[in-house]
């Protein structure tokens, strides 16, 4: 298999055609050692090694990143006024196709994936597929027990708007926390599940998606590239008790610093 090597670059990074035509032209690119300035040469994608600048250009055709968003982030590839969670990855890891998979609000922190995987992303957010999401919530009121029921039954948010069932239970020794699973992700979702008991979120992360939890190692604002194994892991529907006995009694460790 070869490739343009402007057309590998341009694949592989942020740099636009043009950028990489100056790039080229400035003799800022080698292909297995060698300084080269014709964009048309082919490559290898696979075996040859391309650096830009001085850094190693690694071929990867998906690309699969958790992120632990802080708050103040939007996850958007762009926006004019706000910060978006792309600004918090690396150059080397930066390219123009990745996109988040689905969205936390700009006041969420927790676990979010990053990638170039379209049908993949799309698996996980429908809600046909079933593949839930875990949230850790600081409620403003106690919780109260009514809520199982409630929410098992499938709140109404809106008139007229029905919610999945869902899971929730209060995170044990701490009235003011709960856990919850959905397998939707409709606008200020837990916000609105939780405005519809009266009660109010103070605080909201996300720590799983499917069978994937949150690194433990990854800070906030921390990133990390996940395997194939790992990704099949994203696409699994685990059991509820077993995910919320999981957490243990660590709930609280997951307002640390965030
Ligand atoms: N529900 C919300 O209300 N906000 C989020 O960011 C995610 C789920």
Not at 91 to 112: A, H, N, Y
Not at 157 to 163: H, L, P, Q, S, V
Not at 181 to 189: A, N, S, W
Not at 225 to 244: A, G, Q, R, S, W
Request: proline share 4%.
């Amino acid at each position: 298999m070869t490739e343009r090597l402007d057309k590998f670059i341009s694949a592989q990074t942020c740099y636009t055609r043009t950028d990489i035509r100056k790039l080229l032209w400035k003799r800022k690119v080698t292909v297995d050692g060698k300084i080269i300035r014709d964009g048309e040469v082919k490559i290898n994608p696979e075996m040859s090694d391309v650096t830009v600048n001085g850094r190693k250009i690694i071929y990867r055709d998906k690309v699969y990143i958790i992120l632990n968003k802080p708050e103040g982030y939007v996850c958007a590839t762009e926006d004019k006024n706000k910060k978006t969670v792309m600004e918090l990855l690396g150059e080397d890891i930066r390219r123009k196709d990745i996109f988040p998979s689905g969205r936390l609000d700009k006041d969420t922190t927790g676990m979010v994936l990053i990638t170039n995987d379209g049908p993949l992303s799309h698996r996980i957010l429908s809600p046909k597929k079933h593949i839930p999401k875990y949230y850790i919530v600081k409620l403003a009121e106690p919780f109260e027990e009514k809520y199982v029921n409630i929410f098992e039954q499938g709140i109404e948010i809106d008139r007229g708007e029905k919610c999945l069932p869902a899971k929730v239970r209060q995170c044990p020794d701490c009235e003011n926390m709960a856990f919850i699973e959905l397998f939707e992700g409709k606008y200020h979702q837990v916000k609105r599940m939780f405005a519809a008991v009266d009660n109010n979120v103070e605080k909201l992360t996300r720590i799983q998606m499917g069978g994937l939890k949150i690194p433990e190692k990854l800070g906030i604002g921390e990133y990390m590239e996940i395997m194939h194994k790992d990704v099949e892991n994203l696409l699994k529907t685990p059991d509820f008790e077993e995910v919320f006995s999981s957490v243990g009694g660590n709930f609280s460790s997951y307002w640390i610093n965030k």
